[in-house]
T-cell receptor, first 114, second 113 residues
Framework: GAGVSQSPSNKVTEKGKDVELRCDPI?????LYWYRQRLGQGLEFLIY????????KSGLPSDRFSAERTGESVSTLTIQRTQQEDSAVYLC????????????FGPGTRLTVL | AQSVTQLDSQVPVFEEAPVELRCNYS??????LFWYVQYPNQGLQLLLK??????LVKGINGFEAEFNKSQTSFHLRKPSVHISDTAEYFC???????????FGTGTSLTVIP
């Protein structure tokens, strides 16, 4: 079956521009996670959606970062006024019912801010 | 706060030799522990996890890991590696709330023929 997909696969933008990254989770997965992976670093938790509950936004690094999810489907991560330090691979994962269930990861979006 | 340390960024090993990938964590609460693997040009996938019970956990592809609470470690082992095990391995912890996951920086395992 289809896995987690993300688009675009690569995004190059200029400093100060806004970007939107998209994640399509596995159908039926109620939980969705966003992570950031900077070069040479581990995955950094950003935000967690579970069903209709309020998202856990505790990992968002600043108010320039926001994310939305429509029901149990697509999620969009938006970064406003991008900075060079936002350059990273942004990974999305989904899981069945969240918690400690296995997360299935997408291929990621590589964001480069010039 | 939680953190995960993978001291070895790169581990080269000859085919059929044993390997151990080290993972240490720090946490002020009980945690659950995971190893994920990322094969070249693929997304991360779960290798194994420790939630409770036996401290020795067996995963896919012949890997196993042992939870050592006193040493706050969760090292990954395989007695005999194959070329196909060449990949990036990530250790992760989740506090007992289960919402957030903290990953290490990864260990690149290269199996040499």
């Amino acid at each position: 079956g289809a896995g987690v997909s993300q688009s675009p696969s690569n995004k190059v933008t200029e400093k100060g521009k806004d970007v939107e990254l998209r994640c399509d989770p596995i159908s039926g997965h109620t939980a969705l996670y966003w992570y950031r992976q900077r070069l040479g670093q581990g995955l950094e938790f950003l935000i967690y959606f579970q069903g209709n509950s309020a998202p856990d936004k505790s990992g968002l690094p600043s108010d320039r970062f926001s994310a939305e999810r429509t029901g149990e489907s697509v999620s969009t991560l938006t970064i406003q006024r991008t900075q060079q330090e936002d350059s990273a691979v942004y990974l999305c994962a989904s899981s069945l019912n969240g918690g400690l269930n296995e997360q299935f990861f997408g291929p990621g979006t590589r964001l480069t801010v010039l | 706060a939680q953190s995960v340390t993978q001291l070895d960024s790169q581990v080269p090993v000859f085919e059929e030799a044993p390997v151990e990938l080290r993972c240490n964590y720090s946490s002020s609460v009980s945690v659950y522990l995971f190893w994920y693997v990322q094969y070249p040009n693929q997304g991360l996938q779960l290798l194994l996890k420790y939630l409770s019970g036996s401290t020795l956990v067996k995963g896919i592809n012949g890997f196993e890991a042992e939870f050592n609470k006193s040493q706050t470690s969760f090292h990954l082992r395989k007695p005999s590696v194959h070329i196909s095990d060449t990949a990036e391995y990530f250790c992760a912890v989740s506090p007992n709330t289960g919402n957030q996951f903290y990953f290490g920086t990864g260990t690149s395992l290269t199996v040499i023929p």
